[in-house]
């Protein structure tokens, strides 16, 4: 005979019910966690193909899923069930359940349910199921949150104290989606982004690979690592910070066309704009420029807003921009200098700490002037850039991975897309010359040893790399969450990360995990 299962301390009343209602199941030789059920339909499927003259099609179905109502009446029981696809009305009465009936009594709002019988309509017109048979599957011993509901005249649901504590929803997802369908509907949302990006791709012959999350070294973006120790190699690795450097190492390798959609990790601050484990795409094309990767992000913006949405508007509160062709193209010291009225492309590094204190901007005393032009763009510009824009032509210095500009080398052949000033996209006309990015890497390790604690290592790997010869490349990286933002009308980074980072609720200041 099995021992009386282990209960959770602090029990509150209702969970204490609910643990009672599980013992008294199975005396009762119900088994509140059973294998498997097998369902005919989902509910969406009876929803759209229920008619009155199809009913006989429907006189024996068999369906799963939440209880998310539950309303006894004596000698007939009501409950609305969710699934993934919807929600249907339960019809249960004791003349055809008998003892069973009974047992309805250890059921509670939460609890996941397998029911057979036939769809009708009642006398309001609610399509329901009459109940004929039921399954336990299985027992939820922790209540969820209960939005009440109610029906208009019009027959649509409207909720009354609904789950919306947002580090609540953010912490237990599950709950978030459970009692609030339209986040399901966001998620899926953001899945056909992801989808509609690789269908944009694929149809262009490039090739999605998979490339170390684990690195020995670093790089391909300014930010600080997370770091690993690998037992098995007794060295320190890191979580990379972008697959930038692998992927070039792909087309010094032969490929022509390559992608990959996966997840980067920065140990930064979090905030609306930033999650520290964030997902990336980075495409790189050979024989290809950064002019060229301009139009290809205005074709692909265009065709993901249409798969996803069915338009080209985009929508963030009152503000409404439209997606259409050419965006709107502004080079970086001219945005500066029309923000600030200065002209700052041959500045001093105290010029720029003046006019960033002008601006009251914050920077350490011992920030790199790549640091100060970045604070400087970040806090004057980047806000006012609304309809989408190309900033075009950065400092060479804010950009050590890109190639020079031809005509004029204190700027290099970069971009970044921005709207609703958010930063989107970032590309280059990718730097090949392995002597000038081996000058560029010894740059960022002098300002490294002065403080700059993102500034980039040297990878001679990667620089071994290129002196096999690198073609010339045009490369991109979008933030997917952000863009998800964007095309979702979401206003914070956490509304579209399904489980973003947040705090611990309980201190765990002086443990460490056991290796």
């Given amino acids: 005979m099995s021992a009386e299962p282990m209960q959770p301390e602090s029990l509150n009343d209702q969970q204490r019910r609910r643990f009672e209602e599980l ?7 119900i088994e509140p966690y059973p294998y498997a059920y097998d369902r005919t339909h989902s509910i969406a499927q009876i929803r759209q193909g229920y008619s009155d003259e199809r009913a006989q ?29 919807g929600r249907i009305q339960l019809y249960f009465r004791i003349n055809e359940l008998g003892q069973r009936y009974e047992l309805l009594r250890l059921l509670d709002i939460g609890d996941i349910l397998g029911v057979r019988g036939f769809a009708f309509r009642t006398k309001t017109g609610e399509l329901t199921i009459h109940v004929l048979d039921y399954q336990l599957l299985c027992k939820s011993l922790r209540p969820i949150p209960t939005p009440k509901e109610e029906v208009d005249e019009h027959g649509n649901r409207i909720r009354h104290d609904a789950f919306t504590d947002k580090e609540q929803r953010y912490r237990r997802r599950y709950l978030d989606l459970i009692v609030n369908p339209e986040v399901r509907e966001l998620f899926r949302a953001r899945a056909r982004i992801i989808a509609s ?8 012959g490039w090739l999605e690979v998979e490339t170390p999350i684990l690195q020995p070294v670093y790089g391909g973006a300014n930010a600080r690592p997370f770091v690993t120790y690998f037992n098995a190699l007794d060295t320190h690795f890191y979580l990379r910070i972008a697959t930038e450097l692998y992927l070039k190492r792909l087309i010094v390798g032969g490929f022509e066309g390559v992608y990959e959609i996966g997840k980067n990790f920065r140990n930064e601050g979090i905030d609306r704009l930033h999650n520290p484990e964030f997902t990336a795409l980075e495409l790189y094309v050979a024989y290809r420029d950064y002019y060229w990767m301009m139009e290809l992000v205005e074709e692909l913006l265009l065709f993901v807003a249409e798969r996803v949405n069915g338009t080209r508007e985009l929508r963030r509160g009152e503000l409404t921009v439209v997606l259409q062709r050419p965006f709107r193209r502004i080079r970086w010291f001219d945005a500066v200098a029309h923000a600030t009225g200065c002209d700052i492309r041959n500045a001093s590094e105290s010029e720029l700490r003046a006019l960033c204190q002008q601006h009251g901007i914050e920077v350490p005393d011992n920030a790199s002037v790549p640091k100060l032009l970045d604070e400087l763009f970040s806090t004057v510009v980047q806000p006012r850039l609304i309809e989408p824009t190309f900033v075009l032509d950065y400092p060479v210095v804010l950009s050590p991975l890109a190639k020079r500009h031809r005509s004029e080398p204190d700027l290099a052949e970069r971009f970044e897309l921005y709207i609703f000033g958010m930063e989107l996209a970032n590309a280059f006309s990718e730097l090949n010359d392995p002597l000038e990015q ?17 500034a980039m290592p040297m990878d001679e790997d990667f620089l071994q790399a290129l002196e096999v010869g690198l073609p010339p490349t045009a490369g991109l990286g979008i933030g997917i969450d952000r863009l998800a933002m964007v095309l979702l009308n ?3 980074i956490r509304d579209v990360i399904l489980f973003p980072h947040l705090r611990p609720e309980h201190s765990t200041v002086g443990t460490s995990p056991n290796p």
């Fill in 23 to 29: 013992s008294l199941l199975r005396q009762a030789g």
């Fill in 197 to 204: 990006i690789r269908e944009f791709f694929d149809q262009r």
């Fill in 438 to 454: 081996r000058q560029r890497f010894q740059q960022q390790l002098l300002w490294r040893d002065k403080g700059d604690l993102e």
């Fill in 57 to 85: 099609e429907y006189a024996d179905v068999s369906i799963a899923g939440r209880i998310m109502t539950f309303r006894r009446m004596g000698k007939v029981t009501f409950a609305d069930i969710q699934d993934e696809s």
């Fill in 490 to 492: 979401q206003h914070s």
